[in-house]
Nanobody, 128 residues
Framework: QVQLVESGGGLVQAGDSLRLSCAAS????????MGWFRQAPEKEREFVAA????????YYADSVKGRFTISKDNAKNTVYLQMNSLKPEDTAVYYC?????????????????????WGQGTQVTVSS
């Protein structure tokens, strides 16, 4: 079981930036993916972004394209989510997730069902 530890959430104003971090204690996986999901109150958990570790291929939800950037640090086994131009509708608990296969995604891209390991979540609140 991969352990994921997130950090970096907080309260910001609309237009501000925030960076989330997620450190993973991974096992001997040769190809895997890490991603970010978010869940607003009374809403389903939704995909935000993901990155394939070996190739660096990235995926984004349409709602965050051009504003959010997912990146990784191989040496630290850490994935980051740089969030710029934040909007009140970005307010949610953000979860880091791990997919030990990092492949086989549908044409719609990575889905919640593809990720079996999850972090505890970090709150991001954007005030207007």
């Amino acid at each position: 079981q991969v352990q994921l530890v997130e950090s970096g959430g907080g309260l910001v104003q609309a237009g501000d930036s925030l960076r989330l971090s997620c450190a993973a204690s991974k096992g001997t996986f040769s190809n895997y993916a890490m991603g970010w999901f978010r869940q607003a109150p009374e809403k389903e958990r939704e995909f935000v972004a993901a990155i394939i570790w070996s190739s660096g291929t990235t995926y984004y939800a349409d709602s965050v394209k051009g504003r959010f950037t997912i990146s990784k640090d191989n040496a630290k086994n850490t994935v980051y989510l740089q969030m710029n131009s934040l909007k009140p509708e970005d307010t949610a608990v953000y979860y880091c997730a791990f997919d030990k296969y990092g492949s086989g995604y549908s044409s719609a891209g990575p889905q919640r069902k593809d990720f079996l390991s999850w972090g505890q979540g970090t709150q991001v609140t954007v005030s207007s």
